[in-house]
């Protein structure tokens, strides 16, 4: 058998990174073997054949990073357009503004409050819940905001998207989602930069493996037992632990999603890209419409757009949350131990590392192993 300088498992974003810069800056071979019938893994782009709209198959994704170096990376292979995420809910048939902001107080309570007066508000209407010592998340959220506007917004999204009572689920998820007293409402407040490849991701992940050095093979199932490849240096592994090691140390549990794709006769079905359904009538937690995901497009001249329904469920063959528990942690530590005894054996990424990273996170670890490896074999 031919002999190849680095076996990359998984074409997803982190895979191709590490197979761009091995190639590129290494002058080695890489084989990369992926799983699916396609590239990008969970960044996938698709061009919806009936009505030529863009979409991303595992959820609206939007680029945003204060990297400098992340930054400087991925220009050289994609420009980003100008789409500002802005994220709404509809709530007993009305939309609200999310980050919760001076705007969604003003409007969920019919008031005009400025920001010294919102803040006197919400500080007395939350008094009475901020004596606890161990928050959970459902006690820290009272304390933050107050019953009305968790109940509204918080409580019920949460149950759907994690299947658990937000009493059962830590104060410290609830630390991440921001309370603003003015009317900002950007949603990467704190990235330098932000938008979505004018190409698409699918394009940029090709433009990443555009060397006569990387190999892709796809529908390619990777496992310890069958790494019959020639491999001379390493075996880099962008799957979950868990699966590589016969779950010998217990199942990783995920929370999955299911997408439901619709093609609706009309040119603007919500006016956003993506709308937040915290209600429990509802069984899906969003509606994404990919075609405002493009305003440098044509795509308003179309009288059709598509739109996503996203359901939440409870899943180990898809990955898409770790579950940030104990258990989880204790077991992913475990497996980490295991894969560190494998001979010429590296991993990482969002499934090896049973971590949730942005993308921009994502390519900063691709960048850091690299580092690594080039350190070891030059
Ligand atoms: C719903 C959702 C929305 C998101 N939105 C955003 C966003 O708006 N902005 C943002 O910055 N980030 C977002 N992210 C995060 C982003 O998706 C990740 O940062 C990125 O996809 C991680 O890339 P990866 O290569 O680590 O993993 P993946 O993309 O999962 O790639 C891993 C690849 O390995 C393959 N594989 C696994 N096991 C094997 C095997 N045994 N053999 C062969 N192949 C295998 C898989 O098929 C997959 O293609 C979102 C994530 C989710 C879940």
Not at 116 to 128: G, L, N, R, S
Not at 159 to 186: H, S
């Amino acid at each position: 058998m031919k002999k190849t300088d680095y076996l990359i498992v998984g074409c997803g974003l982190f895979g191709s990174v590490l197979a761009e810069r091995i190639t590129s800056i290494l002058k080695k071979k890489v084989i990369i073997l992926e799983k699916r019938d396609h590239i990008a893994g969970n960044i996938y782009s698709h061009i919806d054949p009936y009505t030529g709209i863009e979409y991303h198959k595992y959820g609206t994704h939007i680029f945003h990073t204060s990297h400098d170096i992340v930054w400087n990376y991925i220009n050289q292979f994609t420009s980003f357009n100008s789409y500002r995420h802005q994220s709404l809910a509809e709530y007993k048939n009305k939309i609200y503004q999310l980050p919760i902001n001076l705007e969604t107080i003003n409007s969920f309570f019919n008031k005009n409050y400025n920001p010294d007066e919102a803040k006197k508000f919400i500080t007395k209407i939350t008094k009475k819940y901020r004596n606890e010592k161990n928050y959970n998340f459902e006690s820290k959220a009272l304390s933050q905001i107050g019953k009305d506007l968790y109940e509204a917004f918080i409580k019920n999204y949460t149950k759907k998207q994690w299947g658990k009572d937000p009493v059962d689920l830590p104060g410290t998820i609830f630390n991440r989602l921001p309370l603003r007293f003015n009317y900002d409402e950007t949603y990467q407040k704190n990235s330098r930069w932000s938008g979505v490849p004018e190409e698409g991701y699918t394009n940029f992940v090709k433009k990443l493996l555009d060397n006569k050095k990387i190999e892709v093979k796809l529908n390619k199932n990777f496992d310890l037992k069958n790494n019959t490849y020639n491999v001379k240096y390493f075996t880099i592994y962008t799957g979950p632990l868990d699966k590589l090691f016969g779950y010998q140390h217990g199942k990783l549990d995920w929370r999955s999603l299911k997408f439901e794709k619709k093609v609706v006769n009309t040119e603007d079905f919500q006016g956003n890209s993506v709308i937040n359904y915290p209600e429990l009538k509802y069984k899906f937690t969003r509606i994404h419409e990919p075609k405002h995901l493009h305003p440098e497009r044509n795509y308003f001249k179309n009288n059709k757009t598509i739109i996503i329904k996203e359901y939440p469920k409870k899943d180990n063959k898809e990955p898409y949350y770790p579950i940030n528990d104990l258990q989880n942690r204790q077991k992913q530590k475990k497996y980490s131990v295991t894969a560190r005894k494998v001979n010429n054996f590296l991993f990482g990424g969002r499934l090896a590392n049973y971590a949730y990273y942005d993308m921009d996170m994502t390519i900063l670890a691709a960048l850091t192993l690299f580092k690594k490896i080039k350190k070891i074999t030059t």
